[in-house]
């Protein structure tokens, strides 16, 4: 019974309230998950996004990718915050049908196989490569080399997600072999 409960959830989500945007095969999507783009919003299969996260900018999402709870994809430039005269607060924002000011291009890019840690953030025009990871508590504001783990404010490169290089053969020659056909 949960299990169907769970898949008019997902239906109703991906169907009707985000049917903007493009969802890939068996996507799982947490309690209380936001999402808002100016644009488009594009994820991948076997997408898992975790309670209480949200997507507020434009954003392409590979494969096999996963994000923790609190989770935040968030625009750089969502407020005119040069707008001579007028308070941040109420200055031109990227929802306004007329802004014309920076951030309007600016997406996120993540790439297949990629985990999210718990509380992490990812500012727009960022790309996260394929296998790496993002440890909890994270602020990614540049971009992230494939198969590498980062952390910090802002995140820095901590370590390879390998110990060796046979490792990440291996692990890339299994993942194309069994995870292949998942691919668009």
Not at 9 to 35: D, H
Not at 42 to 66: L, P, R, T, W
Request: proline share 2%; aromatic share 14%; charged share 25%.
């Amino acid at each position: 019974m949960i299990h169907f409960i769970r898949k008019i959830r997902f239906c109703y989500l991906v169907l009707l309230k985000w049917r903007r945007f493009s969802f890939g095969e068996n996507p799982y999507i947490g309690r209380f998950v936001y999402m808002w783009a100016k644009h488009s919003i594009i994820i991948g299969d076997n997408f898992y996004i975790g309670k209480f996260s949200q997507i507020e900018c434009d954003a392409v999402i590979g494969n096999n990718v996963i994000f923790a709870n609190r989770v935040a994809l968030v625009g750089r430039y969502d407020h005119n915050f040069q707008q001579i005269g007028v308070p941040t607060r109420l200055s031109s924002q990227i929802r306004d049908q007329d802004y014309n000011w920076r951030g309007l291009t600016d997406k996120i890019i993540i790439e297949d196989d990629v985990w999210i840690g718990y509380g992490s953030i990812v500012l727009s025009g960022v790309k996260i490569s394929t296998g790496s990871i993002i440890a909890a508590g994270s602020l990614v504001t540049k971009n992230v080399e494939p198969y590498s783990i980062y952390a910090g404010v802002p995140a820095k490169k901590i370590r390879d997600r390998f110990d060796c290089d046979l490792d990440l053969k291996e692990h890339i020659e299994l993942y194309n072999k069994n995870f292949s056909f998942n691919t668009k």
